[in-house]
């Protein structure tokens, strides 16, 4: 017998509740009496898509599209899971054919815009976001993701005219009040702080929007010198992301310590000595001066400034897949040959980045666990190693929601302990790699700035270009909206946050000292 209609029609109400738990198994159930119907398996890959299960929603949604390639919805939340999983070039695909089968939706436009957005293709990016603001101009959305591309252009003027505008129609909308904060350079009044107090009296708030809120409220307070509400402001919105992640600080530890075993041996002689000399690896704990010396070296007119770029990972984790095993597993076998085919991988999915310029930085903050795989596949390229007081370090990320969440920093004890692997790593490359490692505080940077911009460039082989000296001046795409307005104002000595809230960072400050 044919499962009932009805089965559906339940289905599809709880997902117009946002109630993904409850229609998955209704749709289970017609599905085992229907396999392959194509409106059930739709409206399971969308409960997948809502749920974050978005590795569950491909195939279904896969099927779907094979079945009915005009399907637009199909189309869209396929390329919305493949997005979220890094299948980019097939997610645009998807996204685009929605766009083509129905040009007259803003969200299939805005949907396109945040995926190329998060591929750095910010021209495109606001061109999909127009058409969506063209179609309607209240789409809060849209609106406020071509405000973050205009943060990333260093357009802050457009950017804050943008979250406003959003936040006039909606003044609850958690991601309008969270890019207006995140700016840093705008201060919030002590209205804004009122209307994000009242935003988080709503009930039902989803648990996302309640956090965007929180990160926000805090700095809104932290803008009126109210330190001690600020600071329980954070420690809740931490709190609040807590749940919504996971992190296992045993097991992370325990992958430093197998790195460290498999690169503790002698190195051998690379292929090809030279391979890579275009390269710059900036790495570093976030929050720790990383965006400013890109700005100083993408000043440079032989430099060109990629951003976090996720292909030093990528080119490890399919190398794991093809072996079967996962790093550092097998690299203690990779043999010269093997390193130069990497690096060679590598050179090849970065050469868009050297279409202009002879050389490139690549500052990702998840590379530094990855250095001794790095000097193998590219022993011609330089390293520097930015870094920053600790205290200072740790409390930055404890106060700063990161776009791609670092599930340590929502907890300071849990931040303390990542710290200290990451000190007793870097220490390990520095001691292992000293010629071709520069080890580059931050405090000494802003204290001395042209001292040690005169050492970097002397370190990366470049001529001296006074333009490095003045960085806030360089105009370019700095795509850590965490980072992308503060960089464009003058090299300043006065960076520390932490002396408001020494009181309440004591228990952090002597976890780090021990």
Known sequence: MPPSPALLAEAAQALNRRQ?????????????????????????????????????????????????????????????????????????????????????????????????????????????????????????????????????????????????????????????????????????????AEQIRHALQRPGIPPDARVLLGFSLYRALEDQHDYADAFAALRQANDDQRRLVTWDAAREHAAIDRIMAAFRGVQPAPVEPELGREVIFIVSMPRSGSTLVEHI???????????????????IADESHRRGQPFPGWAGAATPADWHRLGRDYLARTTRWREQRPRFTDKNVANWPLLGAARRMLPGAKIIHCHRDPVETCFSCYRQLFRHGLHYSYNLDEMAERYRDYERLSTFWLARHPQHILDFPYETLVQEPETQIRRLLAFCELPFDAACLTPHRTRREVLSTASAAQVRQPIHADTARSVPYQEWLHPLREKLAR
Not at 297 to 315: F, K
Request: with cysteine; aromatic share 4%.
């Open 20 to 192: 993904p738990e409850a229609a998955m198994p209704l749709l289970e159930r017609f599905l085992a009496g229907s396999p392959g119907a194509p409106d059930a398996l739709f409206m399971l890959g969308l409960a997948h898509v809502m749920r974050g299960t978005s590795s569950n929603a491909i195939p279904l949604l896969r099927q779907v599209v094979a079945q009915q390639p005009q399907h637009a919805d199909a189309h869209m939340y396929l390329g919305c899971a493949l997005q979220e999983i890094g299948g980019f070039d097939e997610a645009l695909r998807h996204l685009g054919a929605a766009c083509e089968l129905t040009p007259q939706r803003p969200a299939v436009w805005y949907n396109l815009g945040k995926a190329l957005k998060e591929q750095a293709r910010l021209d495109d990016a606001a061109g999909a976001f127009e058409r969506a603001l063209a179609q309607d101009a209240n789409h809060a959305l849209a609106r406020i993701g071509r405000a973050d591309v205009a943060t990333m252009r260093g357009d802050i003027e457009r950017a804050v005219a943008d979250y406003r505008h959003v936040l006039q129609l909606q003044p609850d909308r958690a991601e309008a009040w969270h890019g207006l904060a995140n700016l840093k350079t705008r201060a919030l009044d002590a209205t804004d």
């Open 297 to 315: 070296l993408a000043s440079h007119p032989e430099v060109e400034g990629a951003n976090e770029i996720p292909d030093l990972a990528q080119v």
